[in-house]
C-alpha cells in the first residue's frame, strides 16, 4: 500500500517561500514517477510540477516555471517542492502524486496525498 504524506503548507505573504514535503512509503519507488498538483476553491485540480525518482527528470507547469523546483531525496523517499515568489494566485491545496512508470504529464497518477494548504496573501 503506497502512502503519501505531505506537510509544509501555510500562510505566507505575496513574495515569499515555502517548502512543501511528500513522504512516501509502502513500494520501491525507484520506477516511479512523482508530482504535485493543486486545487484552489472553485476550480478543477491542476498539474503543477513532476519528477522521475529514478535520474530526476523534471516537468513543470508554465505557471510556476522559474519560481518552483521540485526534487527528491532518495535516502529519505521524500520529494520536495520549493515554491518561491508566491503570488496570490498560487493560493491551493497541494497535492503529492504517485504512478509507475517514466511518464510524468497527461497521465493517470494513482496514488494521492491527503493535501496541504498554501495560502498566499497580498
Known amino acids: 500500500q503506497v502512502q503519501l504524506v505531505e506537510s509544509g503548507g501555510g500562510l505566507v505573504q505575496a513574495g515569499g517561500s515555502l517548502r512543501l514535503s511528500c513522504a512516501a512509503s509502502g513500494r520501491p519507488f525507484s520506477s516511479y514517477a512523482m508530482g504535485w498538483f493543486r486545487q484552489a476553491p472553485g476550480k478543477e485540480r491542476e498539474f503543477v510540477a513532476a519528477?522521475?525518482?529514478?535520474?530526476?527528470?523534471?516537468y513543470y507547469a508554465d505557471s510556476v516555471k522559474g519560481r518552483f523546483t521540485i526534487s527528491r531525496d532518495n535516502a529519505k523517499n521524500t520529494v520536495y517542492l520549493q515554491m518561491n515568489s508566491l503570488k496570490p494566485e498560487d493560493t491551493a491545496v497541494y497535492y503529492c502524486?504517485?504512478?509507475?512508470?517514466?511518464?510524468?504529464?497527461?497521465?493517470?497518477?494513482?496514488?494521492w496525498g491527503q493535501g496541504t494548504q498554501v495560502t498566499v496573501s497580498s
Open positions: 502524486a504517485a504512478r509507475p512508470g517514466a511518464a510524468l504529464v497527461s497521465v493517470r497518477y494513482d496514488y
Open positions: 519528477i522521475r525518482w529514478s535520474g530526476g527528470s523534471t
